[in-house]
């Protein structure tokens, strides 16, 4: 009963996938040639700071203690969150300086307190006075003994997210894997708790990079902090050459060569856009990372980023805010601005802030019921072309009710018992002669011969040819005609009288 149920079932299921996609569109979605949104919530500023403590041995005169702190910018960029834990890919060049920040210190120490003048830069430097400009030198790395400084050096960096309102203090994060080169990836983990339970949004990585020569791009990053006055900025690029970038990147091109797009994107990266995010246009996933500058940007591939998180233990994935959001991007785009709402809405309850997500609820609350939105014209019932959805579900739950019916009947119909079978009459076997009557003993004897069963409750059989005065008397065991006076079969010794 249950398999014919559920064979029952599986046929009005058929039918109604059949029939419904006649009456509502697909779903499933490409995501339109260049689309940004799934990766501009994952974007980040990312700051880095050396701070330096540092005491100068002062025993020119009387044995002075001098100590001072200073706070170095190393480096400034855009990251992209990867995993909602907070792991962030960047470059080296953003957090880690080739710069000796003691060497900046030390400058910085001396000018203040002897009253000199020494540039405050990464230089080392050498004054006229002799005394003073021993001092300096054994003020500068490496430590000695007779070094005059004492100077201890440890890294902040900061990461931004964009979020609204800005968050001013932004979230702690340490370095997890630099990389062995300024533009090698390099790899943080946030530190700090993020905004909400569910943790950071997260951009998809791409499989490999585009082959062919000008495949458009787009390129997201920060020029600044991320704020009301500062937006995260985006723009189209196309790849150079094709083949895999390496270490050393690939190159930007114009196909149309109208814009000399390795300067334009170097400009960029010089104001803060190094480490961005460069998104393919097929399905808006990272395809790399922008590195270089001046007049000369080029991009390092998905396959150097992934390289970098295998060696730093981390593994990129996609949380709960990335699939809530995705579902209410793809109805977005695909104008079900009535449904896109409460999706956007409730992205922006697992993550309070979400600067993208917000601008596409306010512009979904603007467009829903209107003439575009897809989601308003199958809500009405339609008075054209179009057929309603009510008959196909009315037809699906007939046949699933007509089905059910059937597999019943069958049922019972296969549960009503069948006639009794007459018994076939018994095989009669060839008499043997009667015994002698004058035997003193009878004498039982057993054959493995085949027999014919005679059902217990019939103890004689009567041949249906003898005339009724004279009934012919078989044995109920084996079969074997008995005479009148047998008390005992001649041929297996069964009584004939039990």
């Given at each position: 009963m249950a398999r014919l149920t559920a064979l029952a079932g599986g046929a009005a299921l058929a039918l109604a996938m059949a029939v419904l996609p006649a009456a509502l569109p697909a779903m499933a979605h490409d995501h339109p040639s260049g689309i940004t949104d799934l990766v501009t919530p994952a974007v980040v500023r990312v700051e880095a700071t050396a701070h330096v403590d540092i005491t100068l041995l002062d025993h020119i005169g009387d044995l002075v203690h001098v100590e001072r702190s200073y706070d170095v910018p190393i480096g400034a960029g855009t990251g992209t969150v990867v995993s909602p834990e907070g792991?962030?890919?960047?470059?080296?060049?953003?957090?880690?300086?080739?710069?000796?920040?003691?060497?900046?210190?030390?400058?910085?120490?001396?000018?203040?307190?002897?009253?000199v003048k020494i540039p405050a830069d990464?230089?080392?430097?050498?004054?006229?006075?002799?005394?003073?400009?021993?001092?300096?030198?054994?003020?500068?790395?490496?430590?000695?003994?007779?070094?005059?400084?004492?100077?201890?050096?440890?890294?902040?960096?900061?990461?931004?997210?964009?979020?609204?309102?800005?968050?001013?203090?932004?979230?702690?994060?340490?370095?997890?894997?630099?990389?062995?080169?300024?533009?090698?990836?390099?790899?943080?983990?946030?530190?700090?708790?993020?905004?909400?339970?569910?943790?950071?949004?997260?951009?998809?990585?791409?499989?490999?990079?585009?082959?062919?020569?000008?495949?458009?791009?787009?390129?997201?990053?920060?020029?600044?902090?991320?704020?009301?006055?500062?937006?995260?900025?985006?723009?189209?690029?196309?790849?150079?050459?094709?083949?895999?970038?390496?270490?050393?990147?690939?190159?930007?091109?114009?196909?149309?060569?109208?814009?000399?797009?390795?300067?334009?994107?170097?400009?960029l990266a010089d104001r803060g856009m190094r480490g961005a995010p460069v998104i393919g246009d097929k399905d808006g996933h990272v395809i790399g990372i922008l590195i270089g500058g001046g007049k000369d940007a080029r991009m390092i591939g998905v396959r150097e980023v992934t390289g970098a998180l295998t060696k730093a233990g981390v593994a990129p994935r996609r949380g709960a805010i990335d699939a809530a959001f995705e579902a209410a991007l793809t109805r977005y785009h695909t104008k079900y601005f009535t449904e896109a709402a409460p999706g956007f809405q409730r992205v922006l309850e697992l993550y309070p802030g979400n600067v993208v997500a917000a601008a596409l609820l306010k512009e979904s609350l603007a467009r829903r019921g209107g003439p575009e939105d897809l989601g308003a014209r199958r809500a009405v019932a339609p008075s054209g072309g179009s057929m309603p959805l009510w008959p196909f579900i009315v037809a699906a739950g007939v046949l699933f009710v007509v089905a059910a019916l059937g597999a019943i009947l069958l049922w019972r119909r296969g549960r009503t018992p069948e006639p009794e079978q007459e018994l076939p009459p018994p095989v009669a076997t060839q008499p043997s002669p009667p015994p002698d009557e004058g035997a003193s003993q009878t004498v039982v004897v057993r054959r493995s011969q085949p027999f014919a069963v005679i059902p217990q409750q019939k103890q004689v059989l009567t041949a249906p040819d003898s005339p009724p005065e004279s009934p012919v008397v078989y044995c109920t065991a084996c079969g074997m005609r008995l005479g009148p006076a047998h008390r005992f079969c001649g041929y297996c010794g069964h009584p004939s009288e039990t």
């Open positions: 792991a962030i890919v960047t470059l080296t060049r953003t957090v880690k300086s080739e710069q000796d920040v003691a060497v900046y210190a030390a400058n910085k120490i001396f000018a203040e307190h002897h009253d990464f230089e080392r430097h050498s004054l006229k006075d002799d005394v003073l400009d021993r001092h300096l030198k054994q003020c500068y790395p490496p430590l000695s003994s007779r070094a005059t400084c004492i100077i201890d050096v440890t890294t902040d960096i900061t990461v931004f997210p964009n979020v609204s309102p800005a968050d001013p203090k932004g979230l702690k994060a340490d370095l997890v894997k630099a990389g062995p080169r300024p533009d090698s990836p390099a790899v943080l983990m946030t530190s700090s708790r993020v905004v909400g339970s569910v943790g950071l949004p997260t951009a998809p990585l791409a499989d490999k990079v585009p082959e062919a020569q000008g495949s458009p791009v787009g390129v997201a990053g920060f020029l600044g902090r991320p704020g009301a006055d500062v937006p995260y900025t985006v723009e189209i690029a196309h790849l150079g050459r094709g083949g895999g970038t390496g270490e050393t990147g690939r190159p930007f091109l114009d196909p149309d060569k109208k814009v000399d797009e390795p300067v334009k994107l170097g400009g």
